[in-house]
């Protein structure tokens, strides 16, 4: 199945209202979206586009992402990948408000497509008895290095490594089960403010949302749910244990670092290590896709091992994966540069075509 490149265009901020920038893309209607501005006029196509009115629930029904959790269900390995500059809205559409204070849960209106997934998991799980096993890891990759967010204690960094038998896994990776709701939400909560670096002795509860916004533009963060699903059967047959198929599915959301650092240059110091290492992911990334949008015959090696972020969605991206990319953007005249960039970057993807 081929990636199904989706677009987001948020509402224009208060602060963006106030200060009166234009508004330069619209969308067309048919996934098709304008943008047009002094020395710039261009349309793009994508599977769908939602724009400033569309809900959470619209996002989550019409990109697809209800199959993908089905497909996940199935065995596949599924994948839902924001991409986007600072404050374009990835985290908001992956997880809606809900960063923003610990104390005040959002309204079931603006949940994200994490819980809505999660949801969508669980009632299944619920009508089909025991027979799913639900378990999430999270992880992020911070400076080309991968850590746990769900471990307790100051981060570290664990081993990448690659196996005949598994591919590319984390050594050493958490993974915790869940069966509710409120137990995975409060595992994503506790993954986001692990990631939030913390001067010792800091209260993690008065973390600032600003905090997590400059962390989480340096950071792609990774949550990968694992479905294992074992196939019914009749009390009376007695079967070995190797010859119960069991299907195991994965359903991973990335939130990926804004994408504006990958032009960065001439930084000094610590930024500009961060900066080199989104550059390189981001860079690695847009580099697979484009290779795996080629023909089959004309297709040569896929640079997986270029960066831990592409080694780490080496399955969802080849082979029998299954990916969604919602491209985010703002409709303000003053990101022209970065949307347009985003739209170029989200077009290559449209092409891509893996194995079913
Ligand atoms: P990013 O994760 O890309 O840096 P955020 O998701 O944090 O961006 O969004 C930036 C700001 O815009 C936040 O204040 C968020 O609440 C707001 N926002 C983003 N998308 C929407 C939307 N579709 N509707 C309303 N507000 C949004
Ligand atoms: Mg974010």
Redesign the pocket.
């Known amino acids: 199945p081929r990636p199904h490149p989706t677009l987001r265009v ?2 224009l ?1 208060c602060t963006e209202t106030r200060r009166g920038d234009q508004q330069v893309v619209h969308s067309l209607g048919d996934g098709a979206v304008h943008v047009s501005a002094a020395r710039h006029d261009a349309t793009f196509g994508f599977s769908a586009v939602f724009d400033a009115g569309a809900s959470q629930e619209a996002v989550f029904e019409g990109s697809g992402m209800r199959q993908l959790v089905e497909l996940a269900i199935d065995g596949f390995s599924c994948t839902v990948f924001a991409f ?1 500059q ?7 559409t992956l997880m809606g ?1 809900l960063a923003q204070s610990e104390t005040q849960p959002a309204s079931p209106a603006l949940l994200g497509l994490m819980q809505r997934s999660f949801t969508c998991l669980l009632e299944q799980s619920r009508s089909r008895g025991s027979d799913l096993a639900l378990s999430a890891s999270y992880l992020e990759i911070y400076n080309e290095q991968v850590r746990d967010l769900l471990s307790p204690g100051p981060p570290c960094a664990l081993p990448l490594r690659w196996s005949k038998t598994r591919g590319f896994y984390v050594e050493n990776q958490l993974s915790v089960e869940f069966e509710s709701l409120e137990a995975i939400v409060s595992l994503l909560l506790q993954g986001v403010m692990q990631s939030i670096p913390h001067p010792a002795g800091s209260q993690r509860r008065r973390t600032s949302a600003h905090a997590l ?1 400059r962390h ?2 340096r950071s792609h963060a990774l949550l990968t749910v694992h479905v294992r699903s074992r196939a019914h059967h009749p009390p009376n047959v007695v079967l070995q244990a190797s010859a119960c198929p069991s299907k195991q599915g994965t359903l991973c959301f990335v939130d990926l670092a ?1 994408s504006e650092r990958v032009k960065e240059t001439g930084s000094s110091g610590e930024l500009s290590v961060e900066a080199n290492s989104i550059n390189r992911s981001l860079l690695a990334l847009g580099h697979c896709i484009s290779l795996l949008a080629k023909p089959r015959g004309k297709r040569t090696h896929i640079p997986y091992r270029d960066s831990k972020l592409t080694r780490l969605l080496a399955r969802s991206l080849g082979g029998s994966g299954i990916t969604l990319m919602v491209a ?1 953007i703002s409709p303000s005249s003053r990101c022209l540069s970065e949307t347009l960039s985003t739209l170029h970057y989200a077009s290559r993807a449209r092409k891509v075509t893996t194995r079913p």
């Open positions: 948020r509402p901020t986007g600072t404050g374009s809205g990835k985290t908001y408000p916004n989480s533009s804004g985010c």
